[in-house]
């Protein structure tokens, strides 16, 4: 057998009554919409219900997948105890799943278990399909704060086992669309909230799974949305596949959004093969800017494909413009993979003869020596994008006023310790914001006290 059906849902616990207490009444829609998921289930009869939540357990670099016979939840903590869960979990879908992750070099499995209770990412579909189908195990994937791409491959991957488990699969992507729709709502009001929500439902209308992959993730973190990362799962389930699209419901009442659909497999589409149409994207992308870079990127890339590919740092050419030759100053060489931060290292203020060694040195050091990344493998070069920003000298500032984070970047001094956070970074759009990051950075509690200083830099794409 292979994947039946997969549907995304909500997991609001004001929907079930002995929580809401009335308020459910609100989301009536999304409530009616939950209940006709739950009588497909139940007409479909799958053996497994595999169910992706981004409130189980989550690493930032690892796929957590539930492990054990089963497990116990309540909604306790949402004022309901008597709303009690007892799962079987399906032990032979999840080895399958683990081996073919491991053969498949993704990092998932089910080490690191922290709580073994159900929560309710999980539970509140439970309560839904239960009342409907009292039959089939369940298999509970948390998600990751790895790449897009990775979540796709973890959904290919369900689906592979679901094809050799010779079982009646399903999959629940659960996730709440953006929290961020009303001023009234838990966590206000941003533009990005209503853009995510009408893209992504319409990104659910559609089928058009691919384009899960082109949400930005400074975007994705504005709108504080809940789901994505469960629905891309959900998208590479049906890589390779037409899918037969239902949205039954999206409100934004409580200030949340709330989106019910239903996706059905049908025959094989090799135009639906997203991950390699992405993947083939950004390795174009990423060719033309080699192509085009300065001499500054060309040199940082060359050193890194020196390292990664024959483990020998690079000689400094000979043919590089004078101002890398003559002048010395720290540089800060970054890359990025598919538009995620793939290695960072830079110095603050020059530590060789001159700015090409600078490059090379922090070239080497950004693929290699990051702490918080694996060293950069050779079959990731074609996807890596390279930037250099080499530093002004830094003056010290007496106020936070004086800093801009578009156009200087700020380091903060704590006696011997010190953390520096680049200018014009996504994400980054406050000032406040940019002196918490760069004291994060170094270790600088929150009431210590602290110098500043600020720094322009030349950026070289």
Known sequence: MSLLAAFTVPHPPLIIPQIGKGGEKQIFETTKAYERVADEIAALKPDTVVITSPH????????HISPGAGAQGTFTRFGAPEVRFSETYDTEFVGRLCALADSEDLPAGTLGERDKSLDHGTMVPLWFIRRKYT???IVRVGLSGLPLTEHYRLGQIIAKAASEADKRVVLIASGDLSHKLQEYGPYGFAAEGPEYDRRIMDVFARAAFGEMLEFDESFCEKAAECGHRSFVIMAGAFDGLAVRPTVLAHQDITGVG??????YPEEEDENRRFLDAFLAKKEKECREKAATGDPYVKLARASVESWVRFRKKLPVPENLPDELLSRRAGAFVSLHKNGNLRGCIG???????NVAEEIVSNAVSACSRDPRFDPVREDELKYLEISVDVLGEAEE??????????RYGVIVSCGQKRGLLLPDLEGVDTVDGQIRIARQKGGIGEHEPYRLQRFEVVRHF
């Not at 189980?56 to 796929?63: E, P």
């Not at 709330?258 to 996706?263: A, K, L, R, S």
């Not at 500032?397 to 578009?406: A, E, R, T, Y």
């Open 347 to 353: 110095t603050i203020a020059a530590t060789q003869d």
């Open 56 to 63: 189980s357990v989550m690493y930032s670099d690892y796929f």
């Open 258 to 263: 709330y989106g019910v659909c239903t996706f």
């Open 135 to 137: 039959a089939g195990k």
């Open 397 to 406: 500032i007496d106020s936070p006023d004086k800093l801009d984070v578009k």
